[in-house]
């Protein structure tokens, strides 16, 4: 009869408990699925709230026909050219924020990481707030280079309504007109306004979750509790964002609604538009922007956290205390 030494068990137990573990994930295959799940969460999101922002964008453009607010905008666009206007630019908006989700949380999880990796996870962990705004940051000029173009058609289709059929025909017809420069005359402005907005973003929803971890238990919560974290934390992250970017927004409202005189640089344009708004004119549509934002960035936050669960995405590496 044979006997197993205490060395043996302990050996066994180790193995079984490893192998009843979910296998981690590589780095391409952790994350690509980050990117999927920013991809699908962002393209939902910003493609369900069209109608908000093709009202949103109509006061900025012309505040002295839309002066009714967010429900009076919408009863405006309506009855003068039709409910399917509501829904103008939907394509690019879809498309853009597919692209650009993919490179916003896939970006940031991975600049994340190699932030810590560069620094160590102590003094990762103690200057973590730093961690967030540089991985979001760096994530968000790499997504705007991809969101530009789609977002400069989706303006030009909301800002002129018979400029083109959709996504296919104005990209084509700006490329042709204007040629590809016109795609990024705005991307100083994105950059001005996508950058701190999702610097707001990120650095507020985490810092909202942590609080709320501290106090409660993330182990022992339900699947449905952890979206509703997430829900709330996204919320509040979204109505930071919309105060901080909101003046940018504007400005790229006004710059891809029409093309540039002949010889006007981009930084003259911003200038002179920048005069002519002030600022109290550089918050026209806030309200519409905060209900678009606030919402969009929680239900963002939700569906990516879901969405990591599905597809297994748990090698992350977490610095909140």
Same mark, same amino acid.
């Given at each position: 009869m044979s006997t197993s030494s205490p060395s043996d068990a302990l050996k066994q137990a180790k193995e079984a408990a490893q192998a009843s573990e979910p296998k981690q994930l590589s780095s391409v295959g952790l994350y690509s699925r980050f990117a999927f799940a920013g991809a699908v969460c962002c393209s939902i999101t910003h493609g369900g709230f069209t109608p908000v922002d093709v009202v949103k964008t109509r006061i900025q453009l012309d505040p002295q026909t839309y002066n009714r607010g967010l429900i009076g905008g919408f009863r405006q666009v309506i009855a003068k050219e039709g409910f399917g206007a509501v829904w103008t630019g939907v394509g690019p908006t879809f498309a853009g924020y597919f692209l650009q989700g993919a490179f916003k949380f896939g970006g940031y999880e991975f600049f994340k990481q190699q932030?810590?990796?560069?620094?160590?996870?102590?003094?990762?962990?103690?200057?973590?707030?730093?961690?967030?705004?540089?991985?979001s940051?760096?994530?968000?000029?790499?997504?705007?280079?991809?969101?530009c173009p789609l977002e400069a058609t989706r303006i030009r289709l909301v800002s002129q309504p018979d400029f083109a059929t *959709?996504?296919?025909? *104005?990209?084509?017809?700006?490329?042709?007109?204007?040629?590809?420069?016109?795609?990024?005359?705005?991307?100083?402005?994105?950059?001005?306004?996508q950058v701190p907005y999702t610097m707001a973003k990120f650095v507020v929803y985490e810092k909202v979750a942590e609080a709320i971890y501290r106090r409660y238990d993330k182990s022992q919560m339900s699947n449905g509790t952890q979206t509703g974290v997430n829900l709330g934390s996204g919320l509040?992250? *979204?109505?930071?964002?919309?105060?901080?970017?909101?003046?940018?927004?504007?400005?790229?409202?006004?710059?891809?609604?029409?093309?540039?005189?002949?010889?006007?640089?981009?930084?003259?344009?911003?200038?002179?538009?920048?005069?002519?708004?002030?600022?109290? *004119?550089?918050?026209?549509?806030?309200?519409?922007?905060?209900?678009?934002?606030?919402g969009l960035t929680a239900g963002q936050f939700a569906i990516y956290g879901d969405i990591k669960k599905a597809l297994g995405a748990t090698g992350g590496v977490e610095i909140a205390k």
């Open positions: 932030t810590i990796g560069l620094v160590g996870y102590e003094n990762a962990k103690n200057n973590r707030t730093a961690v967030y705004l540089t991985s940051a760096l994530a968000e000029f790499f997504a705007d280079i991809a969101l *959709g996504l296919l025909s *104005g990209f084509s017809k700006i490329a042709k007109q204007e040629g590809l420069g016109a795609f990024y005359s705005g991307f100083g402005p994105i950059l001005f306004k509040i992250a *979204g109505f930071a964002a919309a105060i901080v970017s909101q003046p940018a927004d504007t400005m790229l409202s006004k710059i891809n609604k029409t093309k540039a005189a002949p010889g006007e640089g981009t930084i003259s344009r911003l200038a002179k538009i920048g005069k002519e708004l002030g600022l109290r *004119g550089s918050y026209g549509g806030i309200g519409a922007r905060l209900f678009m934002v606030g």
